[in-house]
């Protein structure tokens, strides 16, 4: 199992930056798929992007393309998104999640999630 904690969320304004960081403890040496998602009030949780530990290899969804970044410090067990020219509409809580995968790329279906974090607060003002 993986515990995940995720901090860095704040309040921006629109066309700023942040970053997100998810501190994972537990059984870290197995290869996992970790990603980031985001809720917004009343909706489902949406994937954002994903990588996968043994390679860094990450997926995206087309919202976030060429604006956030995932990536990955392993020697301190941790994930972080870079959030670039945020929008209003990036407002959310964001969550940092887990799986094992059985291939190398990682889905960000979060159906298929197993470990959660509690989430952290974005909210962007314009």
């Known amino acids: 199992q993986v515990q995940l904690l995720e901090s860095g969320g704040a309040s921006v304004q629109a066309g700023g930056s942040l970053r997100l960081s998810c501190t994972a403890s537990?059984?870290?040496?197995?290869?996992?798929?970790m990603g980031w998602f985001r809720q917004f009030p009343g909706k489902t949780r949406e994937g954002v992007a994903a990588?996968?530990?043994?390679?860094?290899?990450?997926s995206y969804a087309d919202s976030v393309k060429g604006r956030f970044t995932v990536s990955q410090d392993n020697a301190k067990n941790t994930l972080f998104l870079q959030m670039n020219s945020l929008k209003a509409q990036d407002a959310a809580t964001y969550y940092c999640?887990?799986?094992?995968?059985?291939?190398?790329?990682?889905?960000?279906?979060?159906?298929?999630?197993?470990?959660w974090g509690q989430g952290t607060q974005v909210t962007v003002s314009s």
């Open positions: 990588l996968y530990t043994p390679s860094g290899r990450t």
């Open positions: 999640a887990a799986y094992v995968p059985g291939g190398v790329v990682c889905d960000i279906n979060q159906a298929i999630y197993d470990y």
């Open positions: 537990g059984t870290t040496y197995s290869p996992y798929c």
